[in-house]
């Protein structure tokens, strides 16, 4: 599994592919708006985006997808299948990258830290969030009032100030 996002894979050499995703080298560029990707499969997916083409469909219901992966995972929704079980609570995940992340709760382990002031995280998103509050970066405003947040979610139950929803 990848050490900077917890993503697994059963080859060596997909791991190896992967890795080259967080080194930076991104030398394939999207025509259409500035993101950059390590591998040209990558690009030809995320044009996708730009021309709207899903030609992934799930039989079982009417959804669509960009990428034949996305459909796998989706598929097993609809099929309850969840391989990968915690031998701790048996509870069982459909990604092992989720197996290995809920393992976390159990050995304490936080493999991700802050580089400006050393806190540690279980996961990777956890520790994005946490450095940007060191810059300052909030980037979900509310439009009804100056407040803004760091997390999308802090901000869903901000507006229920505005809205009274309870």
């Known amino acids: 599994s990848c050490p900077q996002?917890?993503?697994?894979?059963?080859?060596?050499?997909?791991?190896?592919?992967?890795?080259?995703?967080?080194?930076?080298?991104?030398?394939?560029?999207?025509?259409?708006?500035?993101?950059?990707?390590?591998?040209?499969?990558?690009?030809?997916?995320?044009?996708?985006?730009?021309?709207?083409?899903?030609?992934?469909?799930?039989?079982?219901?009417?959804?669509?997808?960009?990428?034949?992966?996305?459909?796998?995972?989706?598929?097993?929704?609809?099929t309850g299948d969840k391989p990968f079980a915690c031998s701790t609570c048996n509870k069982c995940f459909s990604r092992s990258s989720h197996l290995i992340r809920h393992t976390r709760i159990h050995t304490g382990e936080k493999p991700f830290s802050c580089p400006q002031c050393g806190k540690t995280f279980n996961t990777g998103g956890n520790q994005r969030i946490h450095i940007q509050a060191h810059m300052g970066e909030k980037k979900y405003s509310c439009t009804q009032c100056d407040k803004a947040f760091l997390k999308k979610q802090s901000l869903v139950i901000h507006i229920r100030t505005h809205t009274g929803e309870k």
Do not use: W
């Open 5 to 78: 996002c917890e993503q697994a894979f059963t080859q060596s050499g997909d791991l190896k592919k992967h890795k080259l995703a967080h080194s930076g080298v991104k030398p394939y560029p999207c025509s259409k708006c500035t993101k950059s990707f390590p591998h040209s499969a990558n690009l030809r997916i995320h044009m996708r985006i730009h021309t709207g083409e899903k030609p992934y469909s799930c039989s079982q219901c009417d959804m669509n997808f960009t990428a034949s992966s996305h459909l796998k995972i989706h598929l097993m929704k609809h």
